[in-house]
């Protein structure tokens, strides 16, 4: 069992919670809705990336672990959700640390399967906000990325890091550690000083 | 040609009724905008569960019968729809025993394509009921999931009930029929006793 | 380089303004919000075509130019948007033009895969509207083709003219180019005498 692979449970686990915890001020919402919303959250992402390269089989269907993490995070939210409210800066950290490290593994995967660094970029970041923004259309939420203004941008930034390191003949630990700081720096200072991206239309 | 082909087929037909039938009270409607809502609906869940599952060619692509009931749905839509609200009831029935259809189908289809139970169970529940939850999208509705409290939690109920018995080495046919009639009476009592599923945020 | 292949970049490109622009009047709007939409309402349909179809790779995935026109839209967008909002008329032939060759593209695409002519049709029809549709779910807009009305019916005019045509054996060339005047003519004579398709509901 690598490190990667732990992290990659870690997160899933993780948007599992937060994914959990968006259910939390919808008006309807009960054990199934927030389980499905916690399954989506987690997943999405990654299924989208999947589908749109070809690659199969989907790495949750074939790696049933992965059910397990979430199932894992609904249960923790259910117990201990009085307890998570509480801690918005710790669940602020798991989150911020989730989309980074599925950024970066969405990106090197994409890369693997031999597309182009542009594309690989792209589904970097998808797999890191699909999930979200699938979430947010179920739920009839203005999409993440169109509310946090900082959220996908971080991720784009990431993304293009880890592709110039590697292509700079960086060695993958220090492109992926690179990358994945870079992300959660980003959107930490991003919170802390309100930035926000320049708006496209003035 | 099997019963369960033409249960298929019936159950496509009452998907397509039912999708045209919740353009009902959208402000815009129209013949391609209830047409195309039909569509969706009686389709999305099982080409959801097919591309997931990388199973091609998608059932209404290779057998045009599929796309024939649908329109053959849309036009008994158009012309019995005022005979067809005032038929609430039958509806509910048709559309109950469509859900239950599609789940054990698609559990079945997915046990049969080599996956675990677990995903098996969750490859039904998409069956039956993503192509609901597209449509809801599409008309920026609440999905339906999480309005019926008892509709997926039906599903899921079925889709255990199935991979139970095919584990304990019921035949094929009567783990079928039991599955099925175990959705249906769920929900026909949790709409008669207005059963839900217990909240997940107490 | 063939005509067709530099009128799909075309179109791509104008696809990505029509995108960019359709966040004008969102309450949040910056630069990654606009590419985002941009990418996801030109690529969209022909990604879910050739999804459902699974043929592989993707389009925009296997050439860059794509993403490059598309990138390019974006950045005509954000420097002259003021200017092509006072060209309403020029931007809807544009789109108009956009949607049609789309349609036929799809269409024949789909021929040549070895579907059937029903379900090539929706596929020319979904390669041309479905990158909008997602466009406005994910915008939590109604999608447009509940609010246009000749809008997704031109392209099903379009696509059965260009079968009909192929199916008398007319020159490739021949039903490429009646199929796609064929929409051209039916939106702008729409928009002009203000037709609708007929309810579906009375």
Chains 1, 2, 3 share one sequence.
């Not at 732990?6 to 919670?17: D, K, P, S």
């Not at 939420?141 to 509310?147: D, F, K």
Request: include cysteine; glycine fraction near 8%; charged fraction near 15%.
């Amino acid at each position: 069992m690598s490190i990667q692979y732990i992290l990659e449970i870690v997160g899933t686990f993780a948007f599992a919670i937060s994914g959990a915890l968006a259910m939390k001020d919808q008006k309807h919402q009960d054990w199934f809705g927030a389980s499905f919303t916690a399954f989506i959250s987690s997943i999405g992402g990654g299924t989208l990336r999947d589908i749109l390269l070809d690659s199969y089989p989907l790495v949750w269907i074939s790696d049933i672990t992965i059910i397990y993490a979430i199932m894992a995070g609904i249960l923790v939210t259910f117990i201990f959700y009085k307890f998570l409210l509480n801690l918005r800066k710790t669940l602020f950290l798991f989150d911020t640390c989730g989309i980074a490290l599925f950024t970066i593994v969405g990106t090197e995967k994409a890369l693997n399967l031999g597309v182009r660094p542009e594309i690989a970029a792209i589904m970097g970041i998808f797999s890191a906000i699909m999930g979200g923004v699938i979430r947010d259309v179920m739920t009839n939420e203005i999409p993440i990325i169109y509310r946090k203004e900082v959220y996908a941008t971080a991720c784009f930034a990431g993304a293009c890091c880890y592709l110039l390191l590697d292509n700079l003949g960086a060695s993958r630990n220090v492109a992926f550690i690179s990358a994945s700081l870079l992300i959660i720096v980003i959107r930490i200072l991003a919170v802390r000083y309100e930035w926000t991206v320049p708006r496209f239309f003035r």
